[in-house]
T-cell receptor, first 114, second 115 residues
Framework: DTAVSQTPKYLVTQMGNDKSIKCEQN?????MYWYKQDSKKFLKIMFS???????INETVPNRFSPKSPDKAHLNLHINSLELGDSAVYFCASSLISGRGNEQFFGPGTRLTVL | AQSVSQHNHHVILSEAASLELGCNYSYGGTVNLFWYVQYPGQHLQLLLK??????LVKGIKGFEAEFIKSKFSFNLRKPSVQWSDTAEYFC?????????????FGRGTSLIVHP
């Protein structure tokens, strides 16, 4: 009965590889997000996706690409992984029209790049 | 663009001590304000929120926050902390209108409570 789910929970990979993280929400929300949390716990928003409109944080390298097949899913694909990509990635969702854009977070994916 | 400042980056307390974590934001319009908590190894979850009305809001686990519009502040308080309150605390702001859906988070405050 998970509201926002992510897979995998842990991802260990080599530099240069391409990987994807999947996210699904069953809350009926209209907006989904990807956040990156570094080792100092700093939370940085990477993308927001609302009704087919993608808002990109300009500081995010174009190796990162979100893909949304429908309103309930927002996957994150990362090309040519680098050491600095190691972090915990959180997916979140919200309902823009209500609850003041309260964020509902997934459990996180800990990505380790070797 | 709005910004959120959390002045205390690391706070260490003993059990039963009182807690106040500062949060200030910069935005000229009406905002929705949130405090989220992240327990060790877990995801962020909502602690409390302010949309409108009574500026003193109560959340889960005995936490409360007061919105002071003139000071652009939304400080988090708890009269008596417990060891289980050890966590990372994030303040966040979202404009109340205009269809903005990019929330802004503060850098977080790490709270350690010693038993």
């Amino acid at each position: 009965d998970t509201a926002v789910s992510q897979t995998p929970k842990y991802l260990v990979t080599q530099m240069g590889n391409d990987k994807s993280i999947k996210c699904e929400q069953n809350l009926g929300h209209d907006t989904m997000y990807w956040y990156k949390q570094d080792s100092k716990k700093f939370l940085k928003i990477m993308f927001s996706y609302n009704n087919k409109e993608l808002i990109i944080n300009e500081t995010v390298p174009n190796r990162f690409s979100p893909k949304s097949p429908d309103k309930a899913h927002l996957n994150l694909h990362i090309n040519s992984l680098e050491l600095g990509d190691s972090a915990v990635y959180f997916c979140a969702s919200s309902l823009i029209s209500g609850r003041g854009n309260e964020q509902f977070f997934g459990p996180g994916t800990r990505l380790t790049v070797l | 663009a709005q910004s959120v400042s959390q002045h205390n980056h690391h706070v260490i307390l003993s059990e039963a001590a009182s807690l106040e974590l500062g949060c200030n934001y910069s935005y000229g319009g009406t905002v929705n304000l949130f405090w989220y908590v992240q327990y060790p190894g877990q995801h962020l979850q909502l602690l409390l929120k302010y949309f409108s009305g009574d500026p003193l809001v109560k959340g889960i686990k005995g936490f409360e926050a007061e919105f002071i519009k003139s000071k652009f502040s939304f400080n988090l308080r708890k009269p008596s902390v417990q060891w289980s309150d050890t966590a990372e605390y994030f303040c966040a702001v979202n404009p109340h209108s205009g269809g903005s859906y990019i929330p802004t988070f503060g850098r977080g405050t790490s709270l350690i409570v010693h038993p």
